[in-house]
Nanobody, 126 residues
Framework: QRGLVESGGGLVQAGDSLRLACAAA????????IGWFRQAPGKEREGVAL????????TIDDSVKGRFTISRDNAENTPYLEMNGLTPEDTAMYYC???????????????????WGQGTQVTVSS
């Protein structure tokens, strides 16, 4: 398996939008779940969104529900994280990760993902 490469981060103002993309580096491999996570300085990494590649079902964490959406471009097989109404509290390094199975409701997300990207920085100014 190869890693993942995130793109689309940057410096924006509060209220702006960003779209992050997650691409497979090198040879493609089989996976059934993509997750987006973020980690702010001094805080633990937290999951924000999941998408099942097989079913297309999505899960959005309550902390970003209504502002973030996760989707997949079927032609390019590229997962995206759409972030709207950004606030300074969204400032973090954002990571995508791949796993063979999406975590069930109520489970911690991190243990289900074995392949991670290096992250893309999102900074939101007030």
């Amino acid at each position: 398996q190869r890693g993942l490469v995130e793109s689309g981060g940057g410096l924006v103002q509060a209220g702006d939008s960003l779209r992050l993309a997650c691409a497979a580096a090198g040879r493609t491999y089989r996976y059934d779940c993509i997750g987006w996570f973020r980690q702010a300085p001094g805080k633990e990494r937290e999951g924000v969104a999941l998408i099942s590649i097989g079913s297309g079902s999505t899960t959005i964490d309550d902390s970003v529900k209504g502002r973030f959406t996760i989707s997949r471009d079927n032609a390019e097989n590229t997962p995206y994280l759409e972030m709207n109404g950004l606030t300074p509290e969204d400032t973090a390094m954002y990571y995508c990760a791949a796993g063979t199975l999406c975590p069930p409701i109520g489970a911690r997300w991190n243990p289900y993902f074995g392949v991670w990207g290096q992250g893309t920085q999102v900074t939101v100014s007030s």
